[in-house]
């Protein structure tokens, strides 16, 4: 078995789709989003997709196939974006039984309030209720080697 941790292509998004379609069936956008990915023997496995919003940047679709479960792959892919994107402030959705998981990972609980607008918008059906819909607004700041890294 060979594995692979590695950003993704755009001409390779589609094989994000492909897997999504077992999470939501969530599409790709080439211009604003960077897909991060484990591969198995040259399949894909979990991803983590980092979002460009006109006032910051989101990560989600972290999620492993279930075929492919319980190896650490979904926290291998946000490591893997975590460590392309440290010099940037990540915004999330968690779940709230993944909060634990997030915090490891360096992000903390903020209010809604503190998501940057386009981001919060995502969860209006919430109406501000956020708890109320298991979901945890969350926040990794940027990382301050990276951030002074050229």
């Known amino acids: 078995m060979t594995v692979e941790v590695r950003e993704l ?11 999504w379609e077992e999470y939501r069936d969530q599409k790709a956008d080439k211009v604003r989003e960077r897909i991060f990915g484990i591969f198995e023997d040259g399949r894909l ?4 997709r980092h979002t460009l919003h006109p006032d910051g940047v989101e990560m989600d679709c972290v999620f492993a196939s279930e075929k492919y479960r319980g190896k650490g792959y979904a926290r291998v ?8 994107c440290a010099s940037e402030e990540i915004f999330i959705h968690s779940t709230l039984v993944l909060i634990p998981f ?7 609980p903020i209010p809604e309030d503190d998501l940057p607008r386009t981001i919060r918008e995502r969860f209006l ?26």
């Open 77 to 84: 892919a946000v490591e893997a974006l975590l460590k392309a």
């Open 45 to 48: 496995a979990a991803t983590a």
């Open 125 to 150: 059906f919430c109406f501000g209720e956020m708890a109320g819909c298991n979901v945890c607004p969350m926040v990794r700041v940027k990382q301050p080697e990276a951030a002074t890294t050229p």
């Open 9 to 19: 292509k755009p001409e390779e998004f589609f094989l994000a789709e492909k897997l």
């Open 102 to 108: 997030y915090k490891k990972l360096g992000f903390v």
